[in-house]
């Protein structure tokens, strides 16, 4: 895929180190001539620049902040301003890249700005390029699998944990984004089910500033951000 005149490029760069970045992305971010960085209210930097700092050149670049609340009319308001910003530079015939941590269609903000896009531009003009998600870097570094012969994953926040408990009744392997807040209680929840043996905790994957826990009764009472991720392996199922 090479950088076109006029489009825009929702771009996946991955968990954290600059060389998990993918080539395809790479070009893109040093062909294009925008660049949208998210950073959340929250944040004093944006961290996805800091990754792609290598690509970057004279492009001109949006740091756009964003809101961390759970408020969706702000959440797409916020993006609809970004849309704002962008679809003019694609009618002047520029290529824009948005970059985001991870891949673009996992609880990105990639999402909320093609949406708004698509009501200010045709289509074809909008592309999604992955990126490794943080589920995919924290697999890698305990080397434990996600899915195996006819295993079931299921990937959903820990904000509701009766939609946990759920999971867990009917995945092999199950994985939790958005800990931060709820980690105490889902402590509780895996030990009740005779799980705790089997989650692992992961933070700020591939960051350097990264925190792997094998045992998570070492990890209660821990106040961990937000981009903390916990897999959990209920059992094995096996080809019929």
């Known amino acids: ?143 434990e699998d996600l899915a195996l012969q006819e295993d079931r994953l299921t990937l959903l926040p820990a904000t509701d944990l009766e939609a946990v408990a759920e999971a867990l009744a009917r995945s092999e392997t199950v994985v939790l984004y958005k800990v931060a807040g709820h980690l105490d209680a889902l402590i509780d929840l895996l030990e009740a089910k005779g799980l705790l043996d089997q989650a692992r905790l992961s933070f700020a994957v591939e960051q350097g500033r990264q925190q792997l826990v094998s045992d998570l009764r070492l990890a209660r009472g821990t106040r961990l951000g937000y981009m903390s991720t916990v897999m959990i392996r209920t059992g094995r199922r096996a080809w019929a």
């Open 1 to 143: 895929m090479k950088a076109q005149p006029g489009h825009f490029y929702a771009v996946g760069v991955g968990p954290g180190a600059p060389d998990l970045l993918t080539l395809r992305a790479a070009r893109l971010l040093e062909a294009c001539d925008a660049i949208v960085a998210p950073r959340s209210e929250r944040s004093e930097a944006s961290l996805v620049l800091a990754i792609v700092a290598e690509h970057l050149r004279d492009q001109e670049v949006l740091e756009h902040t964003y809101p961390m609340a759970r408020d969706a009319e702000r959440t797409r308001a916020s993006w609809a301003e970004v849309a704002d910003w962008v679809a003019p530079r694609l009618a002047r015939g520029q290529c824009v890249v948005q970059i985001t941590l991870g891949d673009p269609m996992i609880y990105s903000t990639s999402s909320y700005l093609l949406e708004a896009l698509r009501e200010r531009v045709s289509s074809d003009l909008l592309h999604v390029v992955p990126g490794i998600s943080a589920m995919q870097a924290a697999a890698a570094l305990f080397q």
